[in-house]
């Protein structure tokens, strides 16, 4: 007998078609690690995926214990991402599995994206999908949405090269609610997020069809043609009435996303290791700027007093509680913020750490209109 | 019948709703969303999109009900759209 055949994917074997090496060899994010992120990460721990990597900044909550398989109770208060890593491993420990705590946007180097064979998205708001679809687009990675309420879910395949994106079907409606939650300065509103019905059900159907894409994309690199959905289509299940619909999704020509950067120059550097002087000297660019690609907070003044505050953290991830004043203790403090660096600039003689640049970012310099794309700490290699 | 409308049947995804509606083809997708959320007293917290059921193609808010997106005769879907899935 085969020793494939005595081993843990023994079953697996028995399917003809079915190539377990690139599985094994392959690399896959897992964006939110809530309800659709635990059931996801059980069935890629269980197919024998190689490599996870696990990204959430939450914490599991009582609520999260009726629709996550990998949580417990008391697991209550820890971090979602870390959580459901220990569990896969105690599932398959035969796969490597990391985890990242931290936002997908900010924390997440473009460079990471950019060694995934596909990216999935369990995720809760139109904002983290915008950041993955822009990420995903701009590195040239297939990303898999999924989204679930009550009893009817969803699953999009964007290839990340053509075609539709997650940004094309945003309607003014959803712009509008999606910008609801920023002030006119920037700083987010810090309501509370609405609470949503949804159920283990319907989070187990979604994230099978998440994982069964994600199979069907790890194995049109063994020669076959990609068998569930075409790129740029959504598959709609509804469970009260059953109801299941595949359709096409259009681009819109208007959607601003769809941007792809190439060539991408790697420097072993890491961010902690460069200023923005240092890096433009490196690139021998003096003359050029270094774009963040998100607005830096990095002053909070009031108007009223006169107080000032330093800050360096990016505007999106900053509460409207800011604005008041530890001083005069009004709601009078308007941020300062910055997108783009000279060698000149204030803060040049600051590290790319400093700026909120994390490792394996892909920065842009822009010489005179013409953008390059550098990729910081070397390749990345879970 | 008049080329400048058209005549679709309208749905919703759980379809308790269903009218057969006859618009003129200058109207918006949007349009549409906004005006049966309404009279169909549908959750003001959901975004919604409407799929042509018969093409098996999503439209856009932006999109005119033009010949080439709604057919006499089609099924219009308005969905919910599925945006939770990480809590």
């Known amino acids: 007998m085969p020793p494939e055949y005595a081993s843990r994917y023994a079953r697996h074997h028995l399917i003809d078609w079915w190539d377990q090496g690139r599985l094994t060899g392959a690399r896959i994010l897992v964006a939110g690690a809530g309800a659709l992120g635990n059931e996801v990460i ?3 721990a269980l197919l024998g995926v190689g490599h996870l990597l696990i990204v959430d900044f939450d914490r599991v909550e009582v609520s999260n214990l009726t629709r996550s398989v990998l949580f417990r109770e008391g697991d209550i208060g820890a971090e979602k991402a870390r959580t459901a890593a220990e569990r896969a491993r105690e599932i398959n420990p035969e796969i490597e599995i990391d985890y990242l705590v931290g936002d997908l946007e900010f924390d997440v180097g ?22 993955l679809n822009r990420a995903c687009l701009r590195m040239g990675v297939p990303w898999l949405n999924g989204g679930i309420e009550a009893t009817l879910g969803e699953v999009s395949y964007f290839d990340g090269r053509e075609g539709a994106c997650f940004e094309c079907a945003m309607s003014p409606e959803m712009w509008a609610r999606r910008n609801q939650r920023f002030s006119c300065g920037g700083l987010r509103a810090e309501a509370e997020e609405a609470k949503v019905p949804t159920t283990a059900t319907v989070a187990s159907l979604i994230a099978s069809y998440l994982v069964n894409e994600a199979l069907c994309l790890l194995h049109v690199d063994s020669g076959r043609n990609k068998e569930g959905l075409a790129a740029s289509q959504k598959l709609y299940l509804m469970l009260k009435p059953y109801g299941f619909y595949i359709y096409d999704l259009p681009r819109n020509p208007e959607c601003l996303a769809h941007e792809r950067w190439e060539p991408i120059a790697i420097l072993t550097e890491r961010p902690q290791e460069l200023t923005v002087t240092a890096l433009l000297q490196r690139l021998d660019a003096r003359e050029s700027a270094l774009e963040l690609g998100f607005d830096l907070l990095t002053v909070m003044r009031c108007h009223r007093c006169g107080q000032e505050e330093s800050i360096f953290r990016p505007l999106e991830r900053c509460g409207l509680t800011l604005t008041e004043c530890p001083r ?29 640049i994390p490792d394996y970012q892909v920065v842009t310099i822009n010489t005179a209109g013409e953008r390059r794309h550098v990729q910081l700490s070397g390749e990345y290699a879970p | 019948m008049s080329h400048d409308k058209v005549t679709f049947y309208l749905q919703t995804a759980d379809r308790t709703r269903k009218a ?45 009900l033009s010949e080439d997106k709604v057919r006499n005769g089609d099924t219009l879907m308005l969905q919910p759209l599925a945006l939770h899935g990480a809590l």
Not at chain 2, 21 to 43: C, E, H, N, Q
């Open chain 1, 42 to 44: 059980k069935l890629l």
């Open chain 1, 328 to 356: 005069c203790h009004a709601a009078t403090r308007l941020p300062e913020t910055l997108c783009r660096l000279e060698a000149d600039s204030d803060y040049a003689d600051y590290t790319l750490a400093q700026l909120g």
């Open chain 2, 20 to 64: 057969q509606i006859t618009l003129p083809r200058a109207m918006y997708v949007s349009d549409i969303i906004k005006a049966s959320s309404g009279r169909w007293f549908l959750s003001r917290n959901m975004d919604y999109t409407v799929c042509n059921l018969t093409r098996n193609l999503q439209l856009l808010a932006g999109d005119s």
């Open chain 1, 110 to 131: 473009l460079g990471v994206y950019r060694k995934m064979d596909v990216v999935i998205g369990g995720l809760d708001s139109i904002d983290a999908r915008l950041a």
